[in-house]
């Protein structure tokens, strides 16, 4: 029988800092068991044979030992490294961008089974390896996101008056969670136009695979405003702004 100290879970790396001369502590997402902070001991000596399967966005097999404050990894078997998409500067970011916003939007050892979410970031992450365009995946998986997270925003009818939306271009706000009608959004702070497109792609992302939504053809236009009617309803419920975000803009402008 195994140590009843000990448990097992497969996980996301999704952050790691220094602690000490040679330790790390690792911030892993898993399925069932939440976001859970552990100490990795030694990790960054040179010899470490942990090291290589607690990398940032690697999918493992995770040994813990239980602690009085925090966890200790004592193993871990590497399920995928992604590995293409660490060759590629504007997909590891993206995939940072992921981790961020999953760590933003659980909170710590919720234990609450939410493998709907993990197997959309695991399977972003598999996209963003294959190098199908990181801006539908990044839109795919916020849309999905918002959804798992509880924070689902109405696109269907006017977020206001419930009213049916007219195809036309309507306002996104985000205190009201969703798209306002003409007559709704008057008075609004923070309004967002969404066009007929915009809302089309929102609300196919919705409720289609990521197969389906990294096909789609959008233009760049397109995709600019919903990343700003997005990250802006996002920052209003996270009360703050996502850092990797900014460090992705940056990266665009480079030429
Ligand atoms: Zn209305």
Redesign the pocket.
């Known amino acids: 029988m195994s140590n009843p100290r000990e448990y097992q879970t497969e996980a996301v790396i999704i952050r790691k800092t220094r602690l000490g001369e040679a330790d790390r502590i690792i911030t892993l997402y898993s399925p069932t068991l939440g976001k859970i902070q552990a100490v990795a001991k030694a990790v960054r000596k040179p010899k470490s044979k942990l090291s290589g399967h607690l990398e940032l966005l690697t999918h493992s097999e995770v040994t813990l030992a239980r602690g009085r404050n925090l966890d200790t990894v004592i193993g871990s078997q590497t399920i995928n490294t992604f590995l293409p998409l660490r060759k590629n500067l504007e997909a590891t970011s993206a995939g940072l961008y992921l981790a961020e916003l999953v760590s933003l939007f659980t909170a710590e050892a919720d234990r609450i089974d939410n493998r709907r979410l993990f197997n959309l970031f695991v399977s972003t992450l598999e996209q963003l390896s294959l190098n199908t365009g990181c801006e539908l995946c990044l839109r795919y998986f916020e849309i999905q996101l918002l959804s798992h997270a509880g924070y689902r925003p109405q696109l269907k ?7 049916p ?1 007219q195809p036309v271009t309507n306002t996104f706000s985000p205190g009201a969670g969703g798209v ?6 008057l008075h609004q702070a923070l309004p967002y136009s969404i066009s007929v497109n915009g809302l089309k792609v929102m609300r196919l992302f919705q409720d289609c695979d990521i197969n389906t939504a990294v096909r789609l053809k959008m233009t760049g236009e397109l995709n600019q405003e919903l990343e700003k009617l997005i990250r802006s309803y996002c920052q209003f419920i996270l009360e703050r702004e996502v850092r990797s975000a900014a460090w992705l803009d940056s990266l665009r402008l480079c030429p």
């Open positions: 009818v006017c977020a206001g008056c419930r009213k939306l306002l009608c003409a007559g709704c959004a």
